[in-house]
Protein backbone atom coordinates (compact mmCIF):
# COMPACT_ATOMS: atom_id res chain seq x y z
CA UNK A 1 0.00 0.00 0.00
CA UNK A 2 1.22 3.54 -0.66
CA UNK A 3 2.28 5.05 2.35
CA UNK A 4 1.65 8.68 0.78
CA UNK A 5 -1.87 10.04 0.25
CA UNK A 6 -3.21 10.59 -3.04
CA UNK A 7 -2.27 14.28 -3.18
CA UNK A 8 1.09 13.70 -1.73
CA UNK A 9 1.40 11.14 -4.32
CA UNK A 10 -0.19 13.71 -7.14
CA UNK A 11 2.82 16.45 -5.72
CA UNK A 12 5.84 14.00 -6.21
CA UNK A 13 4.71 12.77 -9.66
CA UNK A 14 4.72 16.76 -10.48
CA UNK A 15 7.71 17.45 -8.57
CA UNK A 16 9.39 13.95 -10.86
CA UNK A 17 7.71 15.59 -13.96
CA UNK A 18 8.81 19.34 -13.82
CA UNK A 19 12.73 17.84 -13.68
CA UNK A 20 13.91 20.56 -11.13
CA UNK A 21 15.09 20.66 -7.83
CA UNK A 22 11.92 19.72 -5.33
CA UNK A 23 11.86 21.68 -2.16
CA UNK A 24 10.34 19.68 0.50
CA UNK A 25 8.65 21.66 3.16
CA UNK A 26 8.21 20.20 6.92
CA UNK A 27 5.25 21.75 9.17
CA UNK A 28 5.47 21.41 12.82
CA UNK A 29 2.79 21.38 15.66
CA UNK A 30 -0.36 23.06 15.93
CA UNK A 31 0.05 23.48 11.83
CA UNK A 32 -1.20 21.88 8.50
CA UNK A 33 1.36 21.68 5.19
CA UNK A 34 -1.32 24.36 3.67
CA UNK A 35 0.65 26.88 6.28
CA UNK A 36 3.30 26.43 3.24
CA UNK A 37 1.48 27.47 0.69
CA UNK A 38 2.98 31.10 0.77
CA UNK A 39 6.43 29.77 0.65
CA UNK A 40 5.88 26.67 -1.80
CA UNK A 41 4.52 30.07 -4.72
CA UNK A 42 7.38 31.80 -3.66
CA UNK A 43 10.12 29.00 -3.69
CA UNK A 44 8.47 27.94 -7.42
CA UNK A 45 8.71 31.52 -9.06
CA UNK A 46 12.19 31.17 -8.23
CA UNK A 47 12.81 27.83 -9.96
CA UNK A 48 11.89 25.26 -8.01
CA UNK A 49 9.49 22.94 -7.31
CA UNK A 50 8.01 22.06 -4.36
CA UNK A 51 6.42 19.48 -2.09
CA UNK A 52 4.50 19.82 1.46
CA UNK A 53 3.56 16.41 2.91
CA UNK A 54 1.40 15.98 5.75
CA UNK A 55 1.96 14.57 8.90
CA UNK A 56 0.41 11.39 8.89
CA UNK A 57 -3.37 11.31 9.06
CA UNK A 58 -3.28 14.91 8.55
CA UNK A 59 -6.54 16.31 7.71
CA UNK A 60 -6.46 18.25 3.93
CA UNK A 61 -8.40 21.62 5.84
CA UNK A 62 -8.50 23.54 8.81
CA UNK A 63 -12.33 22.76 8.80
CA UNK A 64 -11.84 19.35 8.82
CA UNK A 65 -9.12 19.63 11.65
CA UNK A 66 -11.26 21.36 13.57
CA UNK A 67 -14.16 18.92 13.65
CA UNK A 68 -11.99 15.88 14.10
CA UNK A 69 -8.79 16.97 16.36
CA UNK A 70 -8.23 13.71 18.05
CA UNK A 71 -7.51 12.69 14.49
CA UNK A 72 -3.60 14.49 15.07
CA UNK A 73 -2.88 12.54 18.16
CA UNK A 74 -0.46 9.81 19.20
CA UNK A 75 1.89 10.94 15.98
CA UNK A 76 5.42 10.37 17.29
CA UNK A 77 8.69 11.61 15.42
CA UNK A 78 10.20 8.35 14.01
CA UNK A 79 6.67 7.88 12.50
CA UNK A 80 6.69 11.29 10.93
CA UNK A 81 10.49 11.28 9.91
CA UNK A 82 9.25 7.56 8.03
CA UNK A 83 6.59 10.01 6.50
CA UNK A 84 9.10 12.30 4.73
CA UNK A 85 11.02 9.77 4.26
CA UNK A 86 8.55 7.90 1.74
CA UNK A 87 8.05 11.14 -0.31
CA UNK A 88 11.74 11.88 -0.45
CA UNK A 89 12.90 8.70 -1.42
CA UNK A 90 10.22 8.67 -4.23
CA UNK A 91 11.74 11.42 -6.09
CA UNK A 92 14.34 11.67 -8.81
CA UNK A 93 16.49 14.96 -7.68
CA UNK A 94 17.56 14.91 -4.36
CA UNK A 95 15.46 18.30 -2.54
CA UNK A 96 16.17 20.93 -0.55
CA UNK A 97 14.20 20.78 2.85
CA UNK A 98 12.66 23.44 5.06
CA UNK A 99 11.57 22.96 8.04
CA UNK A 100 9.83 24.76 10.89
CA UNK A 101 9.69 23.79 14.61
CA UNK A 102 9.14 20.31 15.00
CA UNK A 103 9.31 20.21 11.63
CA UNK A 104 12.56 21.80 11.81
CA UNK A 105 13.98 18.98 13.98
CA UNK A 106 12.01 16.50 11.09
CA UNK A 107 14.30 18.40 8.79
CA UNK A 108 17.25 17.94 10.92
CA UNK A 109 16.23 14.28 11.08
CA UNK A 110 16.28 14.00 7.48
CA UNK A 111 19.27 15.64 6.94
CA UNK A 112 21.38 13.21 8.72
CA UNK A 113 20.25 10.55 6.78
CA UNK A 114 21.83 12.10 3.60
CA UNK A 115 18.66 12.79 1.46
CA UNK A 116 18.94 16.76 1.34
CA UNK A 117 20.93 18.61 -1.11
CA UNK A 118 20.79 21.73 1.79
CA UNK A 119 18.72 22.00 4.88
CA UNK A 120 16.86 25.05 6.25
CA UNK A 121 15.38 24.63 9.87
CA UNK A 122 13.30 27.51 10.81
CA UNK A 123 12.88 27.87 15.06
CA UNK A 124 13.72 24.21 15.71
CA UNK A 125 12.87 21.90 18.37
CA UNK A 126 15.13 20.30 20.60
CA UNK A 127 16.64 17.35 20.46
CA UNK A 128 19.30 14.73 22.27
CA UNK A 129 22.43 17.15 23.03
CA UNK A 130 20.88 20.67 23.28
CA UNK A 131 20.61 21.34 26.72
CA UNK A 132 19.02 24.93 27.39
CA UNK A 133 15.56 24.81 29.03
CA UNK A 134 14.73 28.79 28.87
CA UNK A 135 11.91 30.01 31.18
CA UNK A 136 9.56 31.04 28.11
CA UNK A 137 10.25 27.70 26.23
CA UNK A 138 9.24 25.92 29.18
CA UNK A 139 5.99 27.95 29.60
CA UNK A 140 5.03 27.39 26.01
CA UNK A 141 4.68 23.81 26.41
CA UNK A 142 2.90 23.56 29.49
CA UNK A 143 -0.51 23.25 27.83
CA UNK A 144 0.64 19.69 26.83
CA UNK A 145 3.42 19.22 29.44
CA UNK A 146 1.60 19.87 32.67
CA UNK A 147 -0.67 17.12 31.85
CA UNK A 148 1.32 13.31 31.38
CA UNK A 149 -2.12 12.34 29.96
CA UNK A 150 -1.34 14.71 26.96
CA UNK A 151 0.93 12.35 25.69
CA UNK A 152 -1.78 10.20 24.38
CA UNK A 153 -3.84 13.25 23.20
CA UNK A 154 -4.22 16.06 20.73
CA UNK A 155 -3.88 19.42 22.44
CA UNK A 156 -4.90 22.53 21.07
CA UNK A 157 -3.92 26.27 22.33
CA UNK A 158 -6.20 28.50 23.30
CA UNK A 159 -5.46 32.07 21.75
CA UNK A 160 -3.92 33.44 24.97
CA UNK A 161 -1.70 30.31 24.48
CA UNK A 162 -0.98 31.31 21.56
CA UNK A 163 -0.69 34.72 22.07
CA UNK A 164 2.40 33.81 24.23
CA UNK A 165 3.90 30.99 22.40
CA UNK A 166 3.91 31.93 18.85
CA UNK A 167 2.39 35.72 18.87
CA UNK A 168 4.23 37.42 20.85
CA UNK A 169 5.56 40.03 18.50
CA UNK A 170 3.01 40.88 16.92
CA UNK A 171 -0.39 42.81 17.54
CA UNK A 172 -3.48 41.49 18.92
CA UNK A 173 -5.39 41.64 15.91
CA UNK A 174 -2.67 40.05 14.11
CA UNK A 175 -2.16 37.20 16.40
CA UNK A 176 -6.15 36.68 16.41
CA UNK A 177 -5.85 36.80 12.54
CA UNK A 178 -3.11 33.94 12.58
CA UNK A 179 -4.82 31.91 15.55
CA UNK A 180 -8.45 31.39 13.20
CA UNK A 181 -6.94 30.77 10.11
CA UNK A 182 -3.64 28.44 10.33
CA UNK A 183 -4.29 27.29 14.25
CA UNK A 184 -5.02 23.36 14.45
CA UNK A 185 -4.71 20.55 17.03
CA UNK A 186 -1.41 19.03 17.39
CA UNK A 187 -0.31 14.99 18.93
CA UNK A 188 1.03 15.76 22.46
CA UNK A 189 3.83 13.01 22.69
CA UNK A 190 6.32 14.67 20.24
CA UNK A 191 6.75 17.83 22.96
CA UNK A 192 7.33 14.79 25.41
CA UNK A 193 9.69 13.53 23.91
CA UNK A 194 11.89 16.26 23.24
CA UNK A 195 11.69 16.89 26.62
CA UNK A 196 13.30 13.90 27.60
CA UNK A 197 15.32 13.27 25.43
CA UNK A 198 18.49 14.00 27.59
CA UNK A 199 17.51 11.48 29.86
CA UNK A 200 16.46 8.89 27.32
CA UNK A 201 18.96 7.31 25.14
CA UNK A 202 16.72 5.65 22.86
CA UNK A 203 14.67 8.79 22.53
CA UNK A 204 13.33 9.18 18.95
CA UNK A 205 14.08 13.35 19.33
CA UNK A 206 17.87 13.01 18.40
CA UNK A 207 19.70 13.86 15.14
CA UNK A 208 22.37 12.65 13.71
CA UNK A 209 25.08 15.58 13.43
CA UNK A 210 28.13 13.90 12.38
CA UNK A 211 27.01 12.21 8.98
CA UNK A 212 29.53 13.63 6.81
CA UNK A 213 26.75 13.64 3.80
CA UNK A 214 24.35 15.60 6.31
CA UNK A 215 24.83 19.07 3.67
CA UNK A 216 24.86 22.35 4.11
CA UNK A 217 22.64 23.42 7.09
CA UNK A 218 20.94 27.04 7.79
CA UNK A 219 19.54 27.62 10.81
CA UNK A 220 17.15 30.90 10.83
CA UNK A 221 16.10 31.76 14.62
CA UNK A 222 13.56 34.81 15.53
CA UNK A 223 15.38 36.08 17.85
CA UNK A 224 11.90 36.71 20.69
CA UNK A 225 10.87 33.53 20.02
CA UNK A 226 9.08 32.38 23.23
CA UNK A 227 8.78 28.74 22.32
CA UNK A 228 12.01 28.53 20.80
CA UNK A 229 14.25 30.84 22.32
CA UNK A 230 17.24 31.92 21.09
CA UNK A 231 19.16 29.92 23.52
CA UNK A 232 17.85 26.63 21.80
CA UNK A 233 18.67 27.83 18.23
CA UNK A 234 22.34 28.27 19.53
CA UNK A 235 22.43 25.15 21.21
CA UNK A 236 21.33 23.27 17.95
CA UNK A 237 23.93 25.79 16.01
CA UNK A 238 27.09 24.34 18.19
CA UNK A 239 25.92 20.97 17.80
CA UNK A 240 25.90 20.88 13.90
CA UNK A 241 28.63 23.20 13.21
CA UNK A 242 30.89 19.88 14.22
CA UNK A 243 29.87 18.38 11.08
CA UNK A 244 32.25 19.21 7.79
CA UNK A 245 29.33 20.45 5.65
CA UNK A 246 28.44 24.21 6.01
CA UNK A 247 26.66 25.31 9.00
CA UNK A 248 25.40 28.55 9.51
CA UNK A 249 22.86 30.75 12.05
CA UNK A 250 20.79 33.81 11.23
CA UNK A 251 19.08 35.61 13.56
CA UNK A 252 15.49 37.78 12.91
CA UNK A 253 15.16 40.89 14.80
CA UNK A 254 12.26 41.46 16.17
CA UNK A 255 10.32 38.26 15.65
CA UNK A 256 8.52 35.30 17.19
CA UNK A 257 7.67 31.52 16.57
CA UNK A 258 5.07 32.91 13.79
CA UNK A 259 7.80 33.91 11.52
CA UNK A 260 6.57 31.64 8.78
CA UNK A 261 3.20 32.56 9.20
CA UNK A 262 3.10 36.24 10.00
CA UNK A 263 3.37 39.87 8.08
CA UNK A 264 7.25 38.89 7.61
CA UNK A 265 7.31 35.76 6.20
CA UNK A 266 8.38 36.79 2.86
CA UNK A 267 11.99 38.25 4.55
CA UNK A 268 12.15 34.73 5.95
CA UNK A 269 11.61 32.97 2.98
CA UNK A 270 14.21 34.66 1.20
CA UNK A 271 16.68 33.81 3.60
CA UNK A 272 15.78 30.06 2.86
CA UNK A 273 15.46 30.71 -0.86
CA UNK A 274 18.97 32.67 -1.35
CA UNK A 275 20.97 29.62 1.05
CA UNK A 276 19.25 26.96 -1.05
CA UNK A 277 19.86 28.57 -4.39
CA UNK A 278 23.73 29.43 -2.77
CA UNK A 279 23.97 25.94 -2.15
CA UNK A 280 21.70 24.61 -5.46
Do not use: C
Amino acid sequence: MDALTAPERAEVDRANESGLRPVVFVHGLWLLSSSWDRWRGRFEAAGYTTIAPGWPDDPESIEEAKRDPEVFAHKMIAQVTDHYLDAINDLEITPAIVGHSFGGLIAQRLAGEGVSAATVAIDSAPFRGVLPLPASALKSASPVLLNPANAGRAVSLTFEQFSYGWANALDTDEARALYDTYHVAASGVPLFQAATANLNPFTEARVDTKNPERGPLLIIAGDNDNTVPLAISNAIYKQQKKNPGLTEIVEVPNRGHSLTIDHGWEEVADLAIDFVQKHD
